[in-house]
């Protein structure tokens, strides 16, 4: 199986603005961030594509879809990490020791009513086994957000969670994830 991991494009939303769950729309770049995703998934023959139900990768999605499979299939468990409380709240509005409390175990600890990292990967995961099951030696499209794919690139090399963090993840960038006899690699992150 090979998973090409693709980043929504770039979101509306200002910047130092804390968002994960949060349905927000894409920015007025999305038609060229578009054209430039296609492009990178030209040569991709996928039989399926999964999306995160939120809007910023639903509707790349749908697009993508349109000149391949023609259908989407929505997966909850791609969703962005859920921030909680703090969605749509300035970083700087949120109380500084809490974001220091939480930014001392980011993996283990989750803002106030949401979920933390090691969840985020945990479902994550699930849908990465799952898909490895089902679609032996198949090219999937997957539309996610940042941390389900660094989340995923922990799993695939074998990486604690907080190294991660030090993986760069770009609007409309492509990672590639291969499962080939029962092993993982990564062919390659962030084209």
Known sequence: MNLYL????????????CYGQSDIEVAESYAHELEVVRSKLAAVDAVAIYSSPLKRCSQLAKAIASLTTGEVQHDPRLMELHFGDWEL????DIPRGLVDVWADDHVMQAPPSGESFHALSLR??????????????QNLVVLTHAGVIRALL??????KL??????????????????ENGITRVAYVNR
């Open 162 to 179: 907080a190294d991660s963090f030090r993986l760069q993840i770009d609007y409309g960038s492509i990672t590639q994830i291969t499962v």
């Open 154 to 159: 922990a799993h695939a090399l074998n990486m």
């Open 89 to 92: 709240l300035a970083w700087n």
């Open 6 to 17: 693709v980043r929504h494009t770039t979101p509306d939303i200002a910047p130092g603005i």
């Open 124 to 137: 994550a995961r699930d849908f990465f086994e799952e898909v490895s099951a089902n679609h032996v030696g």
